[in-house]
């Protein structure tokens, strides 16, 4: 399964960044093996649509999993119609957040 979390650095000990869209990084982990990939996120700092930007950097990596701080409206219109489960509200390093939904914690 690959799981996105939206980060404050490229280290799956980052902490969470609580905002999709303007995010620093996207971590992309498979949940199996904890292997990732850090993706700088090129949206944002545009002026507008960061969230419709960001969600398709993540349709485009296939993930399966969002784990963030909090999705705008925009971007919850778009990931309501794929097949990605959205988690929201948490906080965390990344690691920590990975594990914490492996081990049914997340909802």
């Not at 000990?13 to 904890?34: K, Q, V």
């Not at 993706?39 to 993930?63: D, F, L």
Request: hydrophobic share 40%; charged share 20%; glycine share 10%.
């Amino acid at each position: 399964m690959k799981i996105c979390v939206t980060s404050t650095g490229e280290s799956l000990d980052s902490a969470l960044d609580p905002r999709f869209g303007r995010c620093a990084y996207f971590i992309i982990i498979d949940s199996n093996s904890m292997e990732f990939e850090a993706i700088p996120n090129a949206s944002s700092n545009v002026r507008g649509g960061a969230g419709i930007e960001a969600v398709q950097t993540v349709i485009n990596k296939r993930v399966d999993v969002l784990i963030t701080g909090d999705v705008g409206p925009n971007a919850s219109r778009i990931f309501n119609t794929s097949n990605i489960k959205v988690i929201v509200g948490v906080s965390g390093a990344v690691r920590e957040l990975v594990e914490r939904y492996k081990k049914g914690l997340l909802k």
